[in-house]
Each structure stands twice: as structure tokens, then as C-alpha cells.
């Protein structure tokens, strides 16, 4: 797909579509229940929280045995398949993606394209749900794509790391604080909205090649340490994404981005 260096990240809707009801392959629609309780994929579950987070602090992903309850629920163990999509420029997709990961599990896929393209494809949908079976997860946190705060604050001294802010342009000139005490962006990061990454139609990510100049305009390259930061880590996750589409390899999320930066006394913004 465009000339990516990884070809396990992203499938597309014919690889999806022929494999629709195999057993080991869970269907995740990461949207809103809302939106899919009005239609979605046939054998597709649905998240109660589609940001995965701990209910006792919102700001850092659910704590080890929480999140492997809430994956169980989905029907999701330890050898299965899991794709995701939605319809919200695959953040949300890339958020599941990501905290799978995190805690260990390999086996996630991202639906290329997402719902819009699947619709408008006029592939098979459904208003029927399934119920899951039985399923054993077991979580084994990965920290080396976990940051926090203070990990931040050194990589921002560091010449051999960089610091992605995908926020949109509001967020990082600080005219939209998003219910933060504070305003702003941190010094020394780089800018690069997340949705810059995505084609305007369709939410495919733009080929290779153009990902790749963006990002190493910006001094983003494969030789450094990258930590994406947004609001909460979700649009985080998608530019994350990106970046492992392109082969790097420490790629890191700082999971409480600016909902725990910007609420803090000891973090520097301008």
C-alpha cells in the first residue's frame, strides 16, 4: 500500500471483506455507540470506551487488568485478529491500535479507508449485533511506547529526540486551551497536525513518499526518539501510525498529552 516499509499495519476492504467471519478475526467499530447502533460491519462489536482510559484518572489508558477486562468483553484474547475502523479519520481505530500494542498484543490491524470508504463501496452492512464468545487476554505492558511527563521534559533537551505536537492550529498558537488551566505549546516541539497525514477524501493516509518529506521537513526523522502529544493521546495515536508506516522504530505516545501537561505546575509552555 503507496510504499509503505510496513505491511502489517493497514488492510483494505477486499483483504476485510473475503475474511468476514472467520473465527479468530474480532471486527472492532471504534465509533461512538450512537453511530453504531445505526449500522456497521457484519459481526462488528463495539467499545463502552473508545478511548480506553482509566476510569479513575481519564487522562493515562486503563491499568492492566481493566483494560484486559474491557478487551474480553470484546471478545478479544490473546491469538486474535483484531481490525478496527471508524469514521472519524481513523483516530480512533489508531487509538485501539496503539493500546493493543501497549499492552502486547501484535495481531491489530487498521481498516484503510475506514467506515466512509467501506459505505461508500457498498460493501455489506448491518443493524444486527453479535454477542462474543469467551476470550482469555492477557496484558503485558510494553513501556517503551508509554511516555509521561518528565520523560517529556528531558526528550525536549535532547538532540536525539523530537517532540510531535498534532494538535490543530488553534491548540498550538494557545487560542483554544480545550478546558486545560493553561494554553499553549512546549518548547522545542514541532508542529504537524494530525490530519495532515490523512487524504482529504476517503481517510487513507497519503502515500509514502509524502508522509516522509512532511515529516522530515520538520526534523522528524527515523534516527530520533519520537513522542506525538495532542489533547489525549488519540489523535497522538493516528500520527503515530504514520510514523510506523514509515518504518520507525521508536515511535513513543505520551499518553496524558496536554490534558495532563497543561494541568500541571511543573511543565514549561509558551
Not at 488551566?181 to 509514502?208: I, S
Not at 515529516?215 to 534516527?223: K, N
Request: hydrophobic share 40%; charged share 25%; net charge negative.
Amino acid at each position: 500500500m503507496n510504499e509503505y516499509a510496513r505491511d502489517d499495519i493497514l488492510v483494505d476492504a477486499d483483504w476485510l471483506e473475503s475474511r468476514l467471519g472467520e473465527p479468530n478475526l474480532r471486527v472492532v467499530d471504534c465509533d461512538l455507540p450512537d453511530a453504531f447502533g445505526r449500522a456497521h460491519l457484519p459481526g462488528a462489536v463495539n467499545p463502552k470506551d473508545h478511548y480506553y482510559k482509566d476510569p479513575s484518572d481519564s487522562r493515562f489508558i486503563a491499568p492492566p487488568e481493566q483494560f484486559a477486562a474491557m478487551m474480553e468483553t470484546l471478545g478479544i484474547g490473546d491469538e486474535t485478529l483484531v481490525v478496527g475502523y471508524d469514521a472519524s479519520g481513523l483516530r480512533l481505530a489508531a487509538r485501539l491500535m496503539w493500546s493493543l500494542n501497549y499492552y502486547g498484543h501484535a495481531n491489530v490491524r487498521i481498516l484503510d479507508g475506514g467506515w466512509n470508504l467501506w459505505l461508500k463501496q457498498g460493501r455489506p452492512i448491518t443493524m444486527a449485533t453479535v454477542k462474543p464468545g469467551a476470550a482469555k487476554f492477557t496484558p503485558k505492558p510494553a513501556d517503551e511506547t508509554f511516555v509521561g511527563a518528565e520523560h517529556v521534559m528531558a526528550a525536549l533537551q535532547r538532540p536525539d529526540a523530537v517532540v510531535l505536537d498534532v494538535r490543530s492550529d488553534a491548540e498550538w498558537q494557545g487560542k483554544e486551551a480545550r478546558g486545560n488551566k493553561r494554553a499553549g505549546r512546549m518548547p522545542g516541539a514541532v508542529h504537524h497536525e494530525w490530519l495532515k497525514n490523512l487524504t482529504a477524501e476517503d481517510q487513507h493516509y497519503l502515500p509514502a513518499a509524502e508522509l516522509r518529506a512532511a515529516m522530515e521537513s520538520l526534523g522528524v526523522t527515523p534516527d530520533k526518539e519520537v513522542i506525538t502529544v495532542c489533547q489525549a493521546g488519540i489523535r497522538a495515536a493516528s500520527a503515530a501510525v504514520a510514523l510506523r508506516l514509515l518504518g520507525y522504530e521508536d515511535v513513543r505516545v505520551y499518553d496524558g498529552s496536554f490534558q495532563d501537561w497543561a494541568n500541571r505546575d511543573d511543565t514549561p509552555l509558551v
